[in-house]
């Protein structure tokens, strides 16, 4: 595409971002359908200075990762009303001026956790933040237990507190989880991306056979929690899929368009093998 001075911005904010494959994705869908958009990243300790940039400048759109997706809601004009339930927005529409809030995490989150029974299953949450929040809401919705395991004792409770959970600490993992027997297990942190590429909050003694563990990260492809999982005979779910299907409801919130899910995937595909 030519870059002139009809172009519109959109974009993504959060910290880190340097992992991030929404611009690729973006890119290659405007470019299929030939608008003239261009999607860039943008790193910020400002999330309240990026949004007031969105009104300013205009941005048509501003996609959101961590750790700022339920801080910047109040930063917004209105918001859907399951994104209100959810608590978190990963996507900020700029309406004419209007900003209006979404959550399309949900979207890929009730696909790769399609075929998984939950109902009256034990089921444990590593994190909790947006992505957290919105995977246990969707748990709890379909009968599950939730166990939130973190860092964060007030953040872990909060979240805990919201849907019915019960919050555990970080201290004595493996004996709390070999005690729960979970059905589920589920990393919704960024250990086992960037600089914790390498990490797993997930003791390996803990993963058997016939349970199903999803790791919400999609870069990279594999983390080391899939990968241990997989050796112990668990059925794994990668983050791509998630990935994809919230960027894709995203594109098309922006653009009015058909989102070009495979142009998306290949886009998504080659990024990750750079």
């Known amino acids: 595409m030519t870059i002139d001075t009809t172009t519109a911005l959109c974009g993504i904010i959060g910290k880190p971002i340097l992992h991030s494959l929404s611009p690729a994705i973006h890119n290659a869908a405007a470019e299929y359908h030939k608008l003239n958009f261009i999607f860039l990243a943008f790193e910020t300790e400002n999330p309240k200075g990026a949004i007031s940039a969105m009104r300013a400048l205009p941005i048509r759109e501003l996609t959101v990762t961590i750790p700022y997706k339920e801080v910047v809601m109040k930063y917004v004009d209105c918001v859907e009303e399951r994104a209100r339930e959810l608590g978190n927005i990963n996507t900020i529409i700029n309406d004419k001026g209007v900003l209006k809030g979404y959550n399309t995490d949900i979207d890929g989150v009730a696909e790769s956790l399609h075929g998984i029974p939950l109902k009256n299953q034990s089921v444990v949450i590593f994190g909790s933040g947006g992505v957290a929040r919105t995977i246990f809401w969707y748990v709890a919705k379909n009968g599950g237990k939730v166990y939130v395991f973190g860092r964060d ?55 058997k056979r016939g ?17 241990d999982a997989a050796r112990a005979g668990c ?17 098309e919130l922006w653009s009015g368009k058909r989102a070009p899910i495979r142009v998306m995937e290949r886009a998504f595909d080659k990024a990750l093998s750079i």
């Open 153 to 207: 004792k007030s953040a872990g409770r909060r979240l805990a507190k919201s849907y019915g959970g019960i919050f555990e600490t970080l201290e004595d993992v493996e004996k709390k989880i070999l005690n729960i027997n979970p059905r589920v297990i589920i990393n919704a942190t960024p250990v086992g991306m960037g600089e914790l590429k390498d990490k797993s909050l997930v003791p390996t003694k803990v993963l």
């Open 211 to 227: 349970m199903a563990i999803f790791d919400a990260i999609y870069n990279p492809k594999e983390t080391r929690l899939l990968k």
């Open 235 to 251: 059925r794994v779910i990668g983050g791509r899929k998630m990935f994809l299907l919230q960027g894709a409801r995203q594109f």
